[in-house]
């Protein structure tokens, strides 16, 4: 028999949620309350880590003895870091810059409990092809208001797809929580999911 540990997501990300149900991971969310500016020099490994981290332990904080997930993604392309867009005219930049490429998405993973002194912190990288896009099309894109909360200012799972020719890695990773990293993670901490 296989039993899953309720987690807390410490995230408000509807996206997150939506894959923990999916596959029936029991879990509640709870939004954490961390600062997720980056650090001058940070390269996006580091930097998703340490966010992740800092969101575990935020809300490892307010549920004493339950085990906790924070998770961080941004794109990278051409070694720049793009994260959420601040506006319309930032989420055009961004999409122009993936446009007709490849970039990496990189998601941090900070699972925390009660029991162990450290969260175990990890990060997975996935490669994805953008296709090219005129215009128009980008204009289209940016008018349905679903790149403005994501990072690299597209959502492989929405409408963002149609963009998407490739992908070389975790498909999940590129929405923002990559299961198999969470329960490997979750088993260095000493669950046993297999009874």
């Given amino acids: 028999m296989i039993s899953m540990p309720k987690l807390v997501l410490a995230s408000a990300s509807p996206r ?8 029936g991971w029991p879990f509640e969310a709870i939004v954490a309350n961390a600062d997720e500016s980056r650090h001058a020099g940070e390269d996006a490994p580091t930097y998703v880590k340490r966010v992740a981290r800092l969101k575990a332990e935020a809300v490892a904080q307010l ?104 992908i070389a890695g975790n498909y999940h990773n590129v929405v923002g929580l990559p299961i198999p990293l969470v329960y490997r993670l979750a088993k260095r901490l000493g669950y046993h999911f297999i009874t």
């Fill in 63 to 166: 549920t004493p003895g339950m085990t906790v997930v924070g998770a961080d993604t941004v794109v990278v392309v051409d070694g720049e870091i793009l994260a959420k867009p601040r506006d319309a005219e930032d989420a055009r930049r961004m999409l122009r810059q993936l446009q007709g490429r490849w970039h990496e998405v990189l998601t941090g993973l900070a699972v925390f409990n009660g029991r162990a002194t450290e969260p175990r912190v990890a990060h997975q990288v996935t490669e994805v092809e953008f296709a090219s896009m005129s215009e128009e099309e980008i204009d289209w894109y940016i008018s349905s208001g679903e790149p403005m909360d994501k990072a690299g200012a597209y959502a492989i799972q929405g409408r963002g797809a149609m963009f998407i020719d490739e």
């Fill in 16 to 23: 997150r949620a939506e894959i923990l149900r999916n596959i």
